[in-house]
């Protein structure tokens, strides 16, 4: 069985917004008792609409962000325990948009080998030498090594991007949304290799997507978010076979195909997201729910395990629906 390198236990992160002179504080919760576990080798696919607390949890699985409650864990050890070049060396993140996150005032051979520097590995010479492997591994001419990130293209850039969060070898890569910023045509070329770098290294993936064909094609496990928590996880194949939670139905179902004539899916959950600063009562879903039943909308429902898949839903827990049907005591 393949080692388990990176685990979420019950994390919640909560922030206060709002404190002013003339206003109270407000306190929300933007993930709410999320667990998660990713083995060696595996791709688990983070998908949901925005503002459901992706990029949060991403940041809490990086050590960017501190969970209120819970912990995070790589390989096994507590995240808060680790020093910030230990964290680096085990767990890296790629970002969104190659744009932004390079920068263009270096050359790509100090970008690259700016983790090499900060962990002192090897002489300079050395280090080139590294970053002209990892080139060759993303697939960039090794001409590209003087080159300025304004002299590259959108696809070369993630290139960079990507050899940099490998150059160290880390065992878990947070892929934040990594091919939206680039166009059609790169977006596979981009994908096809993190699934060969993958096979080669060894190395773990949580990716961040909108894009469902992006986390079908790469994924190996995905779990679906709403509102702060993760209301159904399961393998890939699987879920978009047999989706079991009506929000990741819902979610499916707005996938754009290719027929004109069946024209613009409609997902029925209405246009106006749920405001995470006043989440509803019981299951946070049962308002855009079409099979929300009565004890919906005060009971919340429990995470539900079947071997490898979850859901966090009231139509498959039968005591949940008998306790509601009894009547309550006086």
Do not use: W
Request: charged letters at 20%.
């Amino acid at each position: 069985m393949n080692e388990m390198v990176l685990e979420a236990r019950d994390v919640t992160r909560r922030f206060t917004i709002g404190a002013s002179l003339f206003k109270r504080a407000t306190t929300f919760s933007a993930v709410k008792g999320v667990s998660l576990s990713l083995r060696q080798g595996e791709v688990l696919g983070l998908v949901g609409e925005s503002g459901c607390g992706k990029s949060t949890l991403a940041n809490m699985l990086l050590g960017l962000l501190d969970p209120s409650e819970g912990e995070v864990l790589v390989g096994g050890k507590a995240i808060s325990r680790s020093s910030p070049l230990e964290r680096a060396r085990r767990i890296q993140p790629i970002f969104q948009n190659p744009y932004s996150s390079l920068n263009p005032r270096k050359s790509v051979e100090d970008i690259v080998s700016l983790p090499l520097r900060i962990h002192n590995v090897g002489s300079a010479s050395e280090r080139r030498a590294k970053v002209a492997e990892m080139l060759d591994m993303v697939g960039l001419s090794r001409r590209y090594l003087d080159s300025y990130p304004n002299q590259l293209s959108g696809g070369q850039r993630q290139r960079v991007a990507i050899a940099r969060a490998l150059i160290m070898r880390p065992e878990v890569v947070i892929c934040d949304e990594p091919t939206s910023a680039l166009d059609v045509s790169v977006q596979s070329q981009i994908l096809n290799l993190l699934l060969d770098i993958k096979d080669e290294l060894n190395v773990s993936y949580v990716l961040i997507s909108h894009n469902l064909a992006v986390v079908q094609h790469i994924a190996t496990r995905v779990a679906v978010m709403y509102l702060g928590r993760i209301v159904e996880e399961q393998p890939t194949e699987q879920l978009f076979a047999n989706p079991r939670h009506p929000y990741t139905e819902a979610l499916l179902s707005s996938v754009l195909t290719p027929e004109p004539e069946l024209g613009i899916p409609d997902t029925h959950l209405g246009a106006a997201f749920p405001n995470p600063m006043d989440p509803p009562p019981g299951c946070s879903f049962h308002p855009r729910c079409p099979h929300a039943m009565p004890h919906c909308s005060t009971l919340h429902p429990r995470p539900l395990s079947d071997g490898d898949r979850m859901v966090e839903c009231h139509l498959y827990d039968e005591a949940a629906a008998q306790a509601a049907r009894e009547p309550q005591p006086a």
